[in-house]
Nanobody, 124 residues
Framework: QVELVESGGGSVQPGGSLRLACKVT??????VTWFRQNPGTEREGVAA??????????SYADSVKGRFTISRDNSKNTVYLQMNSLKPEDTAMYYC?????????????????WGQGTQVTVSS
């Protein structure tokens, strides 16, 4: 059974940091991506790790480059999203998704499996 479980969301002031975690079990993925979404908006790809896209397996949305870092710990089957210098516009529900992506990493329809989401709120 495939399962993606996110954790690490919360409330933080602007300029603060959070680290999200996505534990993936039961699936040998090629790509894990963090998406975010606010009510009434499209789901936005934030950062991806593509295990076959060597030597540069990491991708980021322009809006988070230099502030967010995606990484993984194979021993824990977990992909992390370190978010620094957070801004109010980073507020959203964050989801991790896993799949065997051959097209664009930021297209949500490329992914087979999704987590339940974790809320991130950046506010003073």
């Amino acid at each position: 059974q495939v399962e993606l479980v996110e954790s690490g969301g919360g409330s933080v002031q602007p300029g603060g940091s959070l680290r999200l975690a996505c534990k993936v079990t039961g699936y040998r993925y090629r790509t894990v991506t963090w998406f975010r979404q606010n009510p009434g908006t499209e789901r936005e790809g934030v950062a991806a790790i593509d295990t076959l896209e060597l030597p540069n397996p990491l991708s980021y949305a322009d809006s988070v480059k230099g502030r967010f870092t995606i990484s993984r710990d194979n021993s824990k089957n977990t992909v992390y999203l370190q978010m620094n210098s957070l801004k109010p516009e980073d507020t959203a529900m964050y989801y991790c998704a896993a799949g065997w992506v051959s097209g664009s990493w930021s297209r949500s329809d490329e992914y087979n499996y999704w987590g339940q989401g974790t809320q991130v709120t950046v506010s003073s």
